[in-house]
Nanobody, 123 residues
Framework: VQLVESGGGWVQPGGSLRLSCAAS????????VGWFRRAPGKERMLVAA????????YYTDSVKGRFTISRDNTQNTVYLQMNSLKPEDTATYYC?????????????????WGQGTQVTVSS
């Protein structure tokens, strides 16, 4: 089981980035997926999550209306579209997979993790 994140980088406040989480060596459609982030000096937190089918999603309050999680099971990929980025969104972003069907909002539900991709929002 391998998860690989991509799409991170530097962007000015108000800008956009799209993160991708690609899965290999397993069928991604059998897993619920979450995007987490860890900012310097802070604990890792769940940002967004999506069910196996993609029909249900979850967002933490601070990103509602700005971030969108989606998945393309034919491409074995989950995306996080991030718009109207703020400096406080600066963090390392990780995707994680859970063998459960529904949206998972607890860290312990996720058994597989990627290595992370850095997102920096600054002027």
């Amino acid at each position: 089981v391998q998860l690989v994140e991509s799409g991170g980088g530097w962007v000015q406040p108000g800008g956009s980035l799209r993160l991708s989480c690609a899965a290999s060596m397993f069928t991604f459609s059998n897993y619920a997926v979450g995007w987490f982030r860890r900012a310097p000096g802070k604990e890792r937190m769940l940002v967004a999550a999506i069910s196996r089918s993609g029909s249900s999603t979850y967002y933490t309050d601070s990103v509602k209306g700005r971030f969108t999680i989606s998945r393309d099971n034919t491409q074995n990929t989950v995306y996080l579209q991030m718009n109207s980025l703020k400096p406080e969104d600066t963090a390392t972003y990780y995707c994680a997979a859970s063998g459960r069907y529904a949206v998972q909002t607890t860290t312990g539900s996720y058994g597989y993790w990627g290595q992370g991709t850095q997102v920096t929002v600054s002027s």
